[in-house]
């Protein structure tokens, strides 16, 4: 495959796919920040000091609970409508759903490592 | 919209029909485990007055951090199976998301094959060492 692209990068991010688009990428992000947090996990569980540290780190663990939290749910309403294929009529009202549970969860998940690296 | 859907047998039996089966299978044996998982660190959390994060990290850092839980040898044993059955879904599920995510950007076909070769053989790798060292803790 050549380098050149048909589509310039300014014309992609300005692809105005709204919700579904924004979910499918999101869940790309999401996978890879996973793939990089099992591989620490794997590192930190061998022993290798600087991944314990990593792991312990409030910032890394926001990082991965934002786009792992949503690559979960995602996952979950994809999982789902994949399954029950007469509920992809309603797949807008899906992603609403999903959005809220999203930001329900997510923001009590930040909350929490937010409080615990203030030393509350 | 009217839902489209392709019966299974018209699907055919290739790769890639076989891992998005394998991907969808294995992220329901992950909500399950991770339903389990919880249910069964609130319970210990109840018995043992301990915190509910304390017990997922004895569970999943067993080399790392001296487990209360070790007392009840049956706990241990259960907690251990858990999280080398939970390791071994989550790769088994990365594999293929991985692999998706490479198909789109590289086409040719000795790309594809050798991402497959690389992303699988580090996958088995990965959980072999994760398992040793999760079940010798």
């Known amino acids: 495959m050549g380098l050149k692209r048909d589509v310039s990068l300014s014309s992609a991010l300005g692809y105005k796919g709204q919700g579904p688009y924004l979910t499918y990428i999101l869940h790309r992000i999401g996978g890879s920040a996973l793939f990089i947090f099992f591989t620490v996990y794997i590192l930190s569980l061998v022993g290798v000091d600087s991944m314990q540290a990593l792991m312990s780190n409030w910032i890394f663990q926001i990082i991965v609970l934002v786009f792992g939290l949503f690559h979960a749910i995602n996952g979950l309403r994809i999982t789902i409508l994949d399954l029950s294929p007469k509920l992809i009529e309603h797949f807008r009202t899906a992603i609403n759903i999903e959005w809220v549970a999203y930001v329900l969860v997510a923001g009590f998940a930040v909350f929490v490592v937010l409080q615990n690296a203030m030393g509350g | ?137």
């Open chain 2, 1 to 137: 919209m009217a839902a489209r859907t392709l019966p299974i047998k018209k699907r055919g039996f290739s790769f890639e029909v076989f891992m998005w089966a394998f991907t969808r299978f294995t992220v329901i044996a992950m909500y399950g485990l991770i339903l389990a998982g919880i249910i069964g660190a609130l319970i210990a959390s109840a018995r043992t007055g301990a915190n509910f994060a304390d017990i997922l990290y004895w569970s999943f850092f067993p080399n790392l951090a001296e487990s209360p839980l070790g007392k009840n040898f049956g706990m241990i044993i259960l907690a251990k199976l858990m999280v080398i059955a939970f390791v071994l879904v989550v790769c088994g599920h990365g594999v293929h998301g991985v692999l998706e995510i490479w198909d789109d950007y590289v086409t040719s076909e000795s790309g594809r094959r050798w991402a497959r070769y690389i992303v699988i053989s580090y996958a088995v790798a990965a959980s072999l060492a994760a398992m040793y060292i999760i079940w010798i803790a």
